[in-house]
């Protein structure tokens, strides 16, 4: 094992997150968008910020391999949440941009690092996810 983590949250999305080291520790509180009052953060948006992050490091070790240096790369992840009648679905939306990079050896780029990030292993089959260059 390279390595493992652990959080824990009492109150769920209206309660506090706190890693185990208890270097971070955030007050959740549901999106206003669902009812709630905002005034925290929300598991979307840390799903969010891990996935960015861990593809844009895909996206830096598989560079060279493409022809582009992808230390300029920009990762943004939208993580939308939605409900029907009998529970809540996750869908992803990743863009990708890096400045002067032919679009061509980008999108190859992205495919690969899509296929190698823990995060897009890990919700492949279970979240819709889109790639967007951009």
Same mark, same amino acid.
């Given at each position: 094992m390279a390595y493992k983590t652990s959080a824990t949250t &009492?109150?769920?999305r209206d309660g506090r997150a706190t890693l185990e080291n208890g270097v971070l520790a955030l007050a959740m509180a549901l999106p206003k968008d669902m009812g709630g009052s905002g005034d925290g953060? *929300?598991? %979307?948006?840390l799903f969010a910020l891990g996935?960015?992050?861990c593809f844009g490091q895909a996206i830096l070790v598989l560079s060279k391999k493409h022809g582009l240096d992808g230390a300029? =790369? @920009?990762v943004t992840c939208t993580i939308s949440i939605d409900k029907d009648d009998t529970s809540f679905a996750l869908k992803a939306?990743? &863009? +990708?941009s890096l400045p002067g990079a032919e679009r061509d050896k980008l999108t =190859? /780029? +992205? %495919?690969d690092?899509? &296929?190698i990030c823990p995060y897009s292993k =890990?919700? @492949?089959? *279970?979240?819709?996810?889109? /790639?967007t260059i951009a």
């Open positions: &009492k109150g769920g953060h *929300n598991p %979307e948006q996935w960015s992050s300029a =790369a @920009r939306d990743i &863009k +990708v =190859a /780029l +992205v %495919e690092a899509h &296929k =890990a919700t @492949r089959g *279970n979240v819709p996810v889109t /790639l």
